[in-house]
């Protein structure tokens, strides 16, 4: 059995170790490797210091594909094999991007604004914002830094 009493708090049970012996049970060397790997990994991941920065584009390889109904617009894609219904704003964004890869969200909202024939009241450039991220949550679009 162990004794827990001289134990670090909130260590698991397999990598117990007694405050006193520190190179019981190969403690340092997986602290070196994660350090090791926050520094080389983490630490140089580039900064992004605005939504500016991001442009948007559709994945390499992805093919979309896109139905009228009258409940809205289905997207197939033909990448992974999934179906989105979505409204116009979300089909109208992503048929930007498509016709015109590396744009950045102040340009998408600009588009959108003049295909939909909207004023900027009416949308946002927050809202865009939002709906890019949701579309790069479902994978239909990828976002990166120039």
Not at 70 to 92: K, P, Q, R
Request: hydrophobic share 50%; aromatic share 8%.
């Amino acid at each position: 059995m162990h004794d827990f009493d001289g134990c670090r708090p909130y260590a698991k049970p397999g990598l117990i170790v007694p405050r006193g012996d520190k190179q019981k049970r190969g403690f340092r060397p997986r602290f070196v490797f994660a350090s090791l790997y926050f520094s080389l990994n983490v630490l140089q991941t580039p900064q992004v210091d605005s939504q500016a920065d991001i442009h948007w584009r559709i994945p390499s390889g992805q093919r979309l594909l896109f139905e009228d109904f009258d409940d809205g617009i289905v997207v197939f894609d033909a990448l992974v094999g999934s179906t989105h219904l979505l409204n116009v704003t979300a089909a109208e964004t992503l048929a930007i991007i498509e016709a015109e890869p590396g744009l950045a969200a102040q340009a998408i909202h600009a588009r959108l604004l003049a295909r939909l024939d909207v004023g900027a009241d009416s949308l946002a450039l927050a809202a865009v914002d939002e709906l890019l991220w949701r579309l790069e949550d479902l994978n239909l679009i990828a976002g990166f830094i120039e």
